[in-house]
């Protein structure tokens, strides 16, 4: 119970009379913000030290933009499509009439690695996607990756 009382007392005490136990600081004015770190300012020549380093940019190298998006890339070379109409759909459909045709003789190896050919060579092409996907699904019953054709 007294020690209740006296830590209650003590607490008044801190609350009470700060300034008795010093606990409070006198308050100092903002500084005025400096932009220049590289030389001297005019708050820096009147203070003589500088405590901290500012390394922001100086006020007259600041500028307003357009909020605007802007192309980064627009001094690179524009791109050149790929020719993927050419010779490769060309040699992927003749692997895909190749692979159709060793599924009719039942030789399902053979038609994997001849769609497995044919979709490297034209990943796009509707016909060799779709029938590599039934053959997936009819034959080697990988109906995931079928989905995924």
């Known amino acids: 119970m007294i020690v209740g009382i006296l830590v209650l007392l003590v607490s008044l005490a801190l609350v009470w009379t700060p300034s008795v136990w010093n606990l ?23 203070q003589s030290t500088r405590a901290l380093p500012n390394f ?11 909020e605007e998006i802007v192309d980064v890339y627009n001094h690179l070379p524009a791109r050149k499509p790929k020719d993927e109409n050419g010779r490769n759909d060309v040699e992927a459909l003749t692997s ?20 497995q050919h044919a ?3 034209s ?6 996607l779709t029938e590599y ?16 054709m």
């Open 133 to 148: 996907g039934q053959f997936l699904e009819n034959h080697q019953q990988d109906f995931i990756k079928a989905d995924h």
């Open 56 to 66: 922001l940019p100086d006020s007259n190298d600041l500028e307003v933009t357009e």
């Open 96 to 115: 895909l009439r190749a692979a159709l045709h060793m599924v009719a003789l039942g030789k399902y190896e053979k038609a994997l690695k001849l769609f």
């Open 123 to 128: 990943p796009s092409q509707p016909d060799i």
């Open 119 to 121: 979709l490297i060579l």
């Open 24 to 46: 409070k600081r006198p308050r100092q004015a903002a500084s005025k913000l400096e932009l220049t770190p590289y030389k001297r300012t005019e708050l820096a020549d009147k």
